[in-house]
C-alpha cells in the first residue's frame, strides 16, 4: 500500500527562539551559581577548620599550666581563663581532659558558650577518632594534645559552630535566584527584542508571496531584504517567478497551437466523414454480426474458466473426502473389535486406552479433512455465484482474493506456482464482486498456462490498494512474458500465441471488456519490465464501513 504523508509538528519562530535563549540562559546562570556556591562552602568549611585548629592550639597552651598546678582552684581558674580568652562566636563548646600518671584520662574543665547550650558527655572515648577534625551537620569538633615539654598532659576538646557559615550560604542562595530571576527576565526580553527585529522582514516577505498567490501576477518581483540570509530567498524565489511567468506562457503558446491543429483536423475530417459515410453504412451490418458472434465466444470463455475451477475443485475435494472415508473405515474397525472384546468379557484397560487415544486421533482426522472439503465447496460455490453475476454488493476484497486463490489452489500446486498477495484485510468496497472474480482468476489461469510453460515454478504477485476512492490493482508475474510483436494488441480479441493449442485469444479480450465496461475502469500492460508482465488495473468503487 502507499504510505500516507507524515504530519510534521510546526514550531513558530519566536517560540524556538524563546526556548532557546531562556534554556541556555538558565543552564549557564545555574551552572556558575552552583559553581559559586560550591566554591564558598568550600572556602568556608576550610577557613573555619583552620581558625578551629588555631583556637585549639592557643587554648591548649593556655591551658597546660592549670593541668600541672596541684591548686584544688585550677579546675575553676581554667574556665575563667577560658571565658576570657574566647573572643570569637564560632566556639560552641571547650572541654578540658587531664591525663593521670597511671595512664588514665579524667575530665578537667569546660567552657560552653551561654546557658543555651547545655553540657555534652565528655569525648574520652573518641579522642583517636577526633584527632582530625570531624564535620556534623551544625559544628566541627576536634580534640588536639596539650603537652609539658615532651610529656602530654591532657587533651582539649573544641566544638565550633557552621551555623554562621550556612546562613550566609543560605542568603548566598537567595541572591542567586534573585539574579537568576532577573537575568531571565532580561533574557526574555532581549529574547522578544531579536524576534521583533529579524521576524518584521519575514512577515513582509510572506504578505509578498500571499500577495502574489492570490493575483497570480508572476511578474511580481519581491524587493531586496535586509539580512542576508532573506536576500537570498528572495532572490531564488524571484527566479522561480520568472520561470513560472515563462512556464505559463509556453502553456498557453502551446494550447494556441493545439487549439488551431484541432481545428484543422475537424475540417479535414468532416470532409472525410463524408466520404466514409457510406463505406461506414455497408459496414455495420457485418460488424453488428461480428458482435454477436464474439459475445458468444466471450461467454463461452467464462464457462471454461468456471470449468477450469470445476475440474481443480473436484480434484482438491476428493483428496479430505478419502481421507476422512479411511479414517472413519479404521475407526469402524477399531469399534468392532472394542465391541467384541467388551462382549466377550476380554477389554482390558489398557486396550481401552488405546481405542480412545486412536478414535480421537481419527476423529480429528475426519473433522480436518471434511472442514476442509466444506471451506472448498464454500469458496467455489461463492465464486461461481459471483462469476455469473454483476451485482453491486458490499464485499471484503482480501476475502474475495482468497475465495478464487482457493478454488484455483489445486492448478496453482500442480504448476508449483507461489501467490504473494499485499491486500489490507479490513478493505471493504460496494462494487461488482462478479467482473472482478472474474478477471482475477482469467489473469491466473493465463499465467499458469502461458507464463509458466516448460518452467519448474513461478511465483505471481497481486498488489491491492484503495486511493481516492479507486480500487488499484496491480498484477504481475515472473514468467516468460509477453512477445514484443503481440503486446501493441494483447486486448485485442483473438490474439494468442497457442492457436493451434487450443487457445481462443479471448481470455485478455475478456478481461479488457470487464474492466472497462463492466466495472468502468482501465487496464494497462507496463512495458518496462524485462520479464513476465505486469498490469496494472484502476477502477471506481464506494468505501463501505466495517
Not at 55 to 71: C, G, Q, R, V
Not at 239 to 244: A, E, F, I, P, S
Not at 275 to 294: D, G, M, P
Request: hydrophobic share 40%.
Amino acid at each position: 500500500m502507499g504510505t500516507m504523508p507524515h504530519l510534521i509538528n510546526t514550531m513558530s519562530l519566536h517560540s524556538r527562539l524563546l526556548q532557546s535563549i531562556i534554556a541556555l540562559t538558565t543552564i549557564i546562570l545555574l551552572a556558575v551559581s552552583l559553581s559559586i556556591i560550591s566554591i564558598v562552602d568550600e572556602t568556608g568549611n576550610q577557613h573555619l577548620a583552620s581558625e578551629t585548629h588555631a583556637w585549639a592550639n592557643i587554648l591548649a597552651i593556655n591551658s597546660s599550666h592549670f593541668l600541672a598546678s596541684d591548686n584544688d582552684n585550677s579546675q575553676s581558674k581554667l574556665k575563667s581563663e577560658l571565658k576570657k580568652l574566647i573572643s570569637t562566636s564560632i566556639i560552641n563548646r571547650i572541654h578540658v581532659y587531664r591525663s593521670n600518671e597511671d595512664g588514665s584520662i579524667e575530665f578537667f574543665s569546660s567552657y560552653n558558650k551561654n546557658h543555651t547550650f547545655p553540657a555534652i558527655g565528655d569525648k574520652i572515648s573518641e579522642i583517636s577518632q577526633l584527632s582530625t577534625i570531624r564535620y556534623l551537620d551544625e559544628h566541627l569538633e576536634l580534640i588536639v594534645k596539650i603537652t609539658q615539654g615532651q610529656q602530654t598532659s591532657g587533651y582539649l576538646f573544641i566544638q565550633t559552630s557552621l551555623l554562621d557559615k550556612q546562613s550566609f550560604i543560605e542568603k548566598l542562595h537567595y541572591i542567586t535566584f534573585g539574579f537568576l530571576v532577573v537575568s531571565l527576565a532580561l533574557a526574555l526580553a532581549v529574547s522578544q527584542w531579536l524576534f521583533n527585529k529579524t521576524n518584521q522582514p519575514i512577515v513582509k516577505l510572506i504578505e509578498s508571496i500571499g500577495q502574489i498567490t492570490q493575483s497570480k501576477d508572476y511578474k511580481t518581483q519581491l524587493a531586496s531584504q535586509p539580512y542576508k540570509e532573506l536576500d537570498i530567498l528572495a532572490k531564488n524565489i524571484n527566479v522561480l517567478l520568472h520561470r513560472t511567468e515563462n512556464h505559463i506562457n509556453r502553456i498557453i503558446d502551446d494550447h494556441q497551437y493545439a487549439l488551431s491543429q484541432n481545428q484543422a483536423l475537424e475540417n479535414r475530417l468532416s470532409a472525410r466523414t463524408d466520404a466514409l459515410k457510406e463505406s461506414n453504412q455497408e459496414l455495420l451490418s457485418t460488424l453488428e454480426k461480428l458482435h454477436e458472434f464474439q459475445g458468444q465466444l466471450v461467454e463461452t470463455e467464462k464457462m471454461a474458466s468456471l470449468g477450469d475451477m470445476v475440474a481443480g475443485i473436484a480434484h482438491e475435494v476428493n483428496t479430505p473426502i478419502g481421507l476422512g472415508v479411511t479414517a472413519s473405515s479404521l475407526l469402524a474397525d477399531k469399534l468392532h473389535e472394542i465391541k467384541t472384546a467388551f462382549d466377550n468379557k476380554t477389554l482390558k484397560s489398557s486396550q481401552l486406552k488405546k481405542f480412545l487415544n486412536d478414535s480421537d486421533e481419527n476423529v480429528a482426522i475426519i473433522f480436518r479433512n471434511l472442514e476442509r472439503a466444506a471451506k472448498l465447496i464454500s469458496s467455489f460455490k461463492k465464486v461461481a455465484v459471483d462469476q455469473s453475476s454483476a451485482e453491486m454488493r458490499t464485499f471484503n476484497v482480501k476475502g474475495l482474493l482468497d475465495e478464487v486463490l482457493l478454488t484455483l489452489s489445486a492448478k496453482l500446486v500442480s504448476a508449483n506456482v507461489v501467490t504473494s498477495v499485499i491486500c489490507p484485510e479490513d478493505l471493504y468496497v460496494n462494487s461488482k464482486p462478479g467482473p472482478i472474480n472474474q478477471i482475477l482468476i482469467n489473469l491466473i489461469l493465463n499465467s499458469i498456462y502461458h507464463a509458466f510453460e516448460g518452467r519448474d515454478k513461478g511465483v505471481i504477485t497481486i498488489n491491492i490498494m484503495n486511493l481516492s476512492d479507486q480500487l488499484h490493482i496491480n498484477y504481475s508475474d515472473d514468467g516468460i512474458g509477453i512477445d514484443d510483436s503481440i503486446k501493441a494488441k494483447i486486448f485485442d480479441p483473438f490474439t494468442t500465441t497457442k492457436r493451434g493449442s487450443g487457445g481462443s485469444g479471448l481470455g485478455m479480450h475478456l478481461v479488457y471488456n470487464l474492466v472497462t465496461q463492466a466495472l468502468d475502469g482501465h487496464i494497462v500492460l507496463e512495458n518496462e519490465f524485462e520479464h513476465g508482465v505486469n498490469f496494472d488495473i484502476t477502477f471506481p468503487v464506494e468505501l463501505a464501513a466495517t
